[in-house]
């Protein structure tokens, strides 16, 4: 699995998940300072090195500010409802979540009040791709084609999205982002 955040996302320090990478940890700690170049590690007693409860933080960026899902009722990373949350300062995402069908890429950037995402999908794997936009009639894939449909955001009350249908390999959409959803 991998990724990338921008600066806005990334702490300095114990805090810090990648302090953590930086001293050689494959998993999150239960504590931020489990080990320090200072005092080693803590004690045994409370110093999970594989701990779910700060996992919670990677499910959210992957889930909501990647969009990477699993369609309601599914299981298996068969089929995927993909809906990137833009918003915040954040201006761009990009990661890579490694399902049991194979790596899944998502990322998008918000420039100059137009968005654009990319999606990346492994063999005998769909997705419903659902791009927020002020104007989602107006979202184009790489081809030019329009969404099948519109629909509510439920991201932000009174937003809609573009709805698109995509099998395996790599698709790129764009349109005007959803401005009324950034602060």
């Not at 194979?102 to 999908?121: D, I, Y």
């Amino acid at each position: 699995m991998g990724l990338e955040a921008p600066r806005e996302v990334v702490l300095v320090g114990p805090a810090d998940g990648r302090y953590m990478v930086d001293a050689g940890a494959t998993t999150i700690w239960e504590r931020w300072d489990g080990w320090t170049a200072e005092r080693g590690f803590q004690s045994a007693w409370m110093n999970s090195f594989n701990h779910y409860a700060l996992g919670s933080v990677g499910e959210w960026l992957y889930r909501f500010v990647l969009g990477i899902d699993q369609e309601p009722g599914t299981a298996g990373f068969g089929r995927l409802l993909v809906r990137p949350h833009p918003g915040g300062s954040l201006s761009w995402a990009r990661g890579r979540y490694a399902s049991v069908r194979g790596p899944v890429a998502s990322g998008w950037r918000l420039v100059g009040g137009r968005f654009t995402f990319s999606l990346e999908l492994p063999p005998n794997v769909t997705a419903s791709v659902r791009i927020p936009s002020d104007d989602p009639a107006a979202v184009r894939d790489q081809a030019g084609a329009g969404p099948v449909t519109v629909a509510g955001y439920p991201g932000a009350p009174g937003a809609r999205e573009a709805v698109f249908t995509v099998g395996p390999g790599v698709h790129e959409f764009a349109g005007p982002a959803l401005t009324s959803y950034r602060r």
